[in-house]
């Protein structure tokens, strides 16, 4: 889902697979991942000038990637972000630790707040505005790109307005519960952090409640407004949502507040909506094993297949031959598979060398 973004990383996925939307070319596409304020951090340093806005990107930088084969651009991190997540990253020792580790001599300047602890779903005021975002994708789109943004269907930013305007947005503490909460689980507030119910939670975050039906509309909205903004869409831990894993994840707390498992699925509902009045976006889910089939039959153009990563890494033929023959093509038609990502080791280290990854 995340990763420190106090240094400039780029990365690719590669699509192996062909669909029926008249924007995917036959064979597939070649999609390179950007993490955006580091990157413009990188250009600043390349042309000796400030490169801080969308709006100042050379053309030249994006024609050089239609150049090299990329089909389509995946920006990380162009969405408005809150100051807790910040104050968060800047603070916290067991991320300061690691800062050291990654990028030793770092200074505060150099964090810069995940782009996964999303406020609102409006450009952020650092990069320029929405107006900039449709003005990158016009040109991106002459050159033959296309652009891919984030959407985070899982959870918001602690300081997202919602949490004061409209708390029953959010996973709550059980009904009757009162504060001083379980520091593990919620925040100060008795709101859950953005998490799976288990394990360490997104301590920046705070966990909508896709059960609510308000909640569901409000982030349908939200969706429609990233694809009038981006030619497709990166749907992050999108698995999350199922109302099966969901209501798994989020039993007690579900159950204390009466909530009861939708009819439908959201993923569905949400997808059909943004395709009626945005036919060709184009959707791609972060999921893992076992769900990838059950979000593409959700309405996912493109959903993760990192097992064939995983397997392919670690140079066992016969478990990659297991995994691609115990798969129909069907599923392969609409499986994404990359070198690496921003969640993920850098190809080279991951595969063994800078040659066996570009194999790869």
């Not at 029926?20 to 304020?37: D, F, K, L």
């Not at 407004?225 to 992050?236: N, P």
Request: hydrophobic share 40%.
């Amino acid at each position: 889902m995340r990763g420190c973004i106090s240094v400039a990383f780029v990365f690719v996925l590669v699509w192996a697979c062909t669909m029926s939307n008249a924007a995917v070319p036959t064979g597939g596409m070649n999609m390179y991942e950007i993490s955006t304020r580091p990157w413009l951090y990188n250009l600043t340093q390349k042309y000796n000038r400030p490169i801080q806005t969308l709006a100042a990107i050379p053309l030249s930088e994006i024609q050089d990637l239609k150049s090299v084969g990329i089909d389509i651009v995946w920006m990380m991190g162009v969405w408005e972000l809150g100051n807790y997540g910040i104050n968060f990253d800047r603070t916290n020792s067991g991320l300061l630790q690691h800062y050291s580790q990654v990028l030793p001599g770092y200074t505060t300047d150099d964090i810069i707040g995940s782009p996964y602890a999303v406020v609102n779903y409006t450009c952020n005021p650092s990069l320029g505005s929405d107006d900039d975002i449709r003005t990158l994708r016009k040109n991106m789109n002459k050159m033959g790109l296309l652009l891919m943004l984030d959407f985070v269907p899982n959870h918001t930013a602690v300081d997202c307005p919602w949490t004061n305007s409209t708390p029953a947005y959010y996973i709550q503490a059980p009904k009757g519960s009162s504060p001083p909460y379980n520091p593990q689980v919620y925040y100060l507030n008795g709101l859950a952090y953005g998490g799976m119910g288990w394990g360490d939670p997104w301590w920046d975050t705070l966990q909508l409640n896709i059960w609510n039906p308000e909640t569901r509309a409000i982030r349908t909205q939200q969706l429609l407004h990233v694809a009038s903004l981006a030619d497709a869409i990166r749907c992050d831990m999108a698995y999350l949502l199922i109302n099966q894993v969901f209501g798994q994840s989020w039993s007690s707390q579900l159950n204390s507040w009466g909530w009861k498992q939708p009819a439908t699925e959201w993923w569905s509902d949400a997808i059909q909506t943004v395709k009626a009045s945005y036919p060709n976006t184009i959707f791609l889910a972060e999921v893992y094993s076992p769900y990838e089939p059950t979000l593409q039959s959700l309405g996912f153009d493109y959903t993760y297949d990192k097992q064939v990563h995983d397997r392919l890494g670690s140079n066992d033929l016969d478990s990659l031959r297991s995994w691609l023959t115990s798969n129909t093509p069907q599923y392969f038609q609409h499986a994404a598979h990359f070198v690496s990502n921003h969640d993920e080791q850098r190809g080279a280290a991951f595969f063994g060398s800078w040659w066996q990854s570009d194999a790869a």
